[in-house]
């Protein structure tokens, strides 16, 4: 299966859960573009966040220690 380097592929993380409050992430973006597209999944034709690798590394981070 080939996908459009300049179109997000969205997923939500297999750790989501039903409770609608998720993110999803289009990491298809990074080799072409150096950014990872970020969504509310409640509003998918909403805005969305073009952050980078580092910027996601941290925010993934901080909701780590979040759940903890």
Not at 15 to 20: E, H, K, R, T, Y
Request: proline content about 7%.
């Amino acid at each position: 299966m080939t996908t459009d380097s300049l179109t997000p592929t969205w997923f939500k993380s297999s750790f989501s859960g039903n409770g609608g409050s998720c993110i999803e992430v289009a990491t298809n973006l990074i080799a072409t573009r150096g950014v990872i597209p970020v969504r509310d999944s409640k509003d998918p034709d909403g805005p969305h966040l073009h952050l980078t690798p580092q910027a996601f590394a941290d925010l993934v981070a901080l909701a780590k220690q979040a759940h903890v």
